[in-house]
Each structure stands twice: as C-alpha cells, then as structure tokens.
C-alpha cells in the first residue's frame, strides 16, 4: 500500500495525493520563466505601493510633527498646522 502523501500544487492549494500520484520524485522542480515573471510583477506592486504610501502620507506626518513641537504648550489644529507650514519659505512643497 502506498501513503498518502500531501500534494501542494503551485496555487497554494493543499490536497491529498491521488493513489495513482507518483510518490518519488527524482530532482526538484526549475523555475519557470512564468513563476520568476509574477515574482517581478509582485516586487514591482509592492515597491509601487509603498512609494505611493509614503508620498500621501508624508504631508499628514509633517503636519503632526508641527502640532507636537508648539512652543507655550498652546495646541494646534489641522489647518492652522498646515497654514503654518505653507506660510513658511518654500510654500505648499514644505509638505
């Protein structure tokens, strides 16, 4: 009798090896040209989406920087934070 051995296809999906499955395998499986393409595209996603992240985020990090380091321990809103930064030299791109 042969085991059962856990077959993992290359979607991710797991399943119990059929009795007919070979249960030896002889060397590893090579890459394909397709598997090294979807892992450039999945690099490329992911650097997109944190260069994306980071440039509409940064406004809000510099605003709440400037609302932490208010001199009088006075606070500080949104707006007024941001007519603060822009008011300064350099304007909207102190953002």
Same mark, same amino acid.
């Given at each position: 009798?042969?085991?059962? +051995?856990?077959? !993992?296809?290359?979607?991710?999906? #797991? =399943?119990?090896? =059929?009795? #007919?499955?070979?249960?030896?395998? /002889? =060397?590893?499986? *090579?890459?394909?040209?397709?598997? &090294? #393409?979807?892992?450039? *595209?999945? /690099?490329?996603?992911?650097?997109? $989406?944190?260069?994306? =992240?980071?440039?509409?985020?940064?406004?809000?990090?510099?605003?709440? /920087? +400037?609302?932490?380091? +208010?001199?009088?321990?006075?606070?500080?809103?949104?707006?007024? $934070?941001?007519?603060? !930064? /822009?008011?300064?030299?350099?304007? &909207?791109?102190?953002?």
């Amino acid at each position: 009798a042969k085991p059962n +051995v856990l077959h !993992i296809p290359r979607g991710g999906r #797991t =399943s119990k090896a =059929s009795p #007919t499955a070979s249960t030896t395998t /002889t =060397s590893a499986p *090579k890459k394909s040209s397709s598997a &090294v #393409t979807e892992g450039l *595209k999945n /690099t490329l996603a992911s650097g997109l $989406a944190a260069a994306c =992240s980071k440039t509409m985020l940064a406004p809000f990090d510099t605003i709440k /920087t +400037v609302q932490q380091h +208010v001199a009088g321990g006075k606070s500080l809103g949104l707006l007024e $934070a941001g007519r603060q !930064i /822009t008011s300064r030299p350099g304007g &909207v791109s102190n953002l």
